[in-house]
C-alpha cells in the first residue's frame, strides 16, 4: 500500500472513539496521521470546519478527497474501500455482511453511549448521583451479558475470523471490565466467554500496536 497517501484522523489523546478507528487502521495497514484536538480546539474552527458537531474522530482522506466523521461511518468506509484482502471483513459475502454491520451498529448504539455516561457520572459529573451510576452500572453488565450470550461457543461474533464487528467494541470494552470489575463483579465467572474473546482480540498485535500508541499519547498530554 505504498501508493496511498497518509488519512488524516483528528483523535483525543484518550477518547475511546478515535482509537476504535485506529485499531481498524493498524489492521489494514494503512498509512495515517494523528492530529490531536484538546478541549480548547474541539468546539471552534478550524476543526469544526471538518466536524461541525464538534467530536473526534474525524478523518480526512486525501486518497478520495472524503472528509468522515461518527467513527462507525469511518469504519465502514474504511473496511469498503481499504480491506479489499477481506483481512477484517467477509466483503459483500451474506449473510456475513450484515451481520458485522448489525455488530458495529450495536457498539455505537449500545456499547459506547451507556459506558460512556456511566464514566461521564463515575468520574466526571459535578456532584455524585448514585441512582445514574446504578443504572449505567446495570446498562455495561446487560451489555457485556448480551455479547457473552452471542459468543457462546464462537470465538468471534461473525464467522471464523476476527473482523472490524469484534474490533469495534475494544476501546469501550476495556472501560467497562474496568467499571464492573471495580464494583465487585467476576467476569471471568459471570461472562467467560466475553473475556475470552477480549483476550482473543487483545493478542493481536496491530490491537497491541494502537493501545500502545494510545497510552503514548495519554502520558504526553497528562505531561
Request: aromatic content about 10%.
Amino acid at each position: 500500500m505504498s501508493s496511498i497517501k497518509p488519512i488524516t484522523l483528528h483523535a483525543h489523546s484518550s477518547g475511546p472513539n478515535p482509537w476504535k478507528v485506529v485499531i481498524i487502521l493498524q489492521e489494514l495497514e494503512l498509512p495515517y496521521t494523528l492530529v490531536y484536538e484538546t478541549p480548547a480546539t474541539i468546539k471552534s474552527a478550524p476543526y469544526t470546519d471538518v466536524n461541525p458537531n464538534g467530536r473526534v474522530p474525524a478523518i480526512r482522506d486525501p486518497n478520495t478527497g472524503i472528509t468522515l466523521w461518527e467513527s462507525g461511518a469511518i469504519i465502514e468506509y474504511l473496511i469498503e474501500n481499504y480491506d479489499t484482502e477481506q483481512k477484517i471483513s467477509h466483503g459483500s459475502q451474506s449473510p456475513e455482511k450484515w451481520l458485522e454491520k448489525q455488530f458495529l451498529y450495536f457498539q455505537v448504539s449500545g456499547q459506547g453511549p451507556y459506558f460512556g455516561q456511566y464514566t461521564w457520572f463515575a468520574r466526571l459529573h459535578h456532584e455524585q448521583l448514585p441512582s445514574a451510576k446504578e443504572r449505567y452500572l446495570n446498562e455495561i453488565k446487560r451489555v457485556i451479558g448480551v455479547l457473552n450470550t452471542i459468543l457462546e461457543g464462537k470465538n468471534y461474533l461473525v464467522g471464523e475470523k476476527a473482523t472490524y464487528a469484534d474490533l469495534s467494541f475494544i476501546t469501550w470494552s476495556l472501560i467497562g471490565q474496568n467499571a464492573v470489575e471495580s464494583a465487585g463483579v467476576d467476569l471471568d465467572k459471570e461472562a467467560p466467554n466475553y473475556v475470552a474473546w477480549m483476550k482473543r482480540l487483545l493478542d493481536r498485535p496491530a490491537v497491541q500496536k494502537a493501545l500502545q500508541e494510545k497510552e503514548k499519547a495519554s502520558s504526553a498530554s497528562a505531561q
